[in-house]
């Protein structure tokens, strides 16, 4: 059978509507749902309003599979060839120092144009593109380890809620398409990504105080258990999250859903998808809606990693493995391997 050819979509712009072309619309993306390319690129028209709010004006990386999530894949940083006239880019800088320009999303024709180019999950930074310094949101994300169940998580996360809220920080919770949640907060953007990382160990530690039975912050997995270890270097420059509304590359086409909290108690992550959640969207509204209008101040988190670096000797926690050697840092080797008759520059 000779494959479909192109098929133009008509998508809603800011001036009117804007054609994009979408190559093999009938190329299946998810093989085991029969979720096509083009289905994809219908979905994201359909949840346009909620997907931008989210997480348009930031750099995004995509998430890319030329041939289904079964096939191989890669993350696209730099700008790829064709990049349409009304998709802009933005200049990061990266921890290597190095810098390169980024795609930016201002308007749905640019996330379908990037689902032609075979994207299926976007990875939008904490930053907006006209600072790639100082984030605008705070992200945790709660990773269950083997041996938890869903409603672990869920468990974390209403203790998160509540430790959040304490720190005048408003939480907004959503699945991650796969076995977690992301929590996020609006914050203003008057700390640079390295305090605002530090402001998240300060509340990830706190949270473990809390629950130790539940909560991690173990960075070795082999010092986690069965916990659900909060991520915290996911607040580290040129580390993203799967964005709002954002496809997943696993069974069942699962989108990363935001939720209210009053509801989480009763999530399946099963529930959201590529194909049930602009009916969701369409029958309860974007359960984001109001988190531009609640702006918090990191510097109430911030004092928890101050109140642990001068009152309980914590200090710097371990960066992830591409990251250079960072100020402060222990050595950064699992402890099983860890040789104690060498100096760790964390305990000078």
């Not at 750099?59 to 802009?88: C, H, M, W």
């Not at 390169?100 to 299926?120: F, G, K, Y």
């Not at 009053?262 to 099963?270: G, H, K, P, Q, T």
Request: glycine letters at 6%; a negative charge; aromatic letters at 8%.
């Amino acid at each position: 059978m000779s494959p479909a050819k192109a098929q133009v979509l008509e998508v809603p712009g800011p001036d009117g509507v804007r054609e994009v072309r979408v190559s093999s619309p009938d190329r299946v993306l998810w093989p085991d749902d029969g979720v096509t390319k083009l289905d994809l690129a219908q979905y994201l028209v359909a949840v346009a309003e909620p997907f931008l709010r989210a997480n348009a004006d930031r750099p995004v990386a995509l998430q890319r599979f030329p041939g289904g999530i079964d096939g191989e894949q890669f993350f696209s940083k730099n700008p790829p060839r064709g990049v349409p006239d009304y998709t802009r880019t933005t200049m990061c800088t990266y921890p290597s120092g190095r810098q390169h320009p980024q795609l930016v999303i201002d308007e749905i024709a640019s996330a379908v144009w990037m689902v032609q180019m075979n994207t299926i999950t976007f990875h939008p930074w904490p930053m907006r593109s006209d600072d790639n310094d100082n984030p605008d949101e705070l992200r945790i994300d709660l990773d269950p380890q083997p041996g938890r169940a869903f409603a672990d998580v869920v468990e974390a996360a209403l203790a998160l809620r509540e430790l959040m809220e304490s720190l005048s920080l408003t939480p907004w919770v959503k699945t991650s398409g796969s076995r977690g949640l992301h929590v996020y907060a609006r914050i203003e953007r008057t700390h640079e990504i390295l305090q605002v990382r530090h402001g998240v160990i300060g509340i990830a530690r706190e949270l473990e105080r809390r629950l130790p039975d539940l909560v991690t912050t173990a960075w070795w997995k082999e010092e986690r258990g069965e916990r659900i270890f909060v991520d915290f270097n996911q607040a580290c420059r040129d580390r993203t999250i799967a964005g709002a509304y954002s496809a997943r590359p696993l069974p069942g086409a699962p989108v990363s859903m935001p939720v209210p909290w009053s509801s989480l108690r009763d999530v399946a992550v099963s529930d959201y998808t590529v194909r049930t959640a602009p009916g969701i969207l369409a029958a309860d509204g974007d359960a984001w809606a109001g988190m531009d209008e609640a702006v918090g101040d990191v510097a109430t988190a911030l004092a928890l990693w101050d109140e642990d670096v001068q009152e309980r000797g914590l200090g710097e926690m371990p960066f992830p493995p591409d990251y250079p050697k960072m100020p402060g840092e222990p050595r950064r080797v699992q402890p099983s391997k860890k040789r104690n008759d060498l100096p760790d520059p964390a305990d000078r």
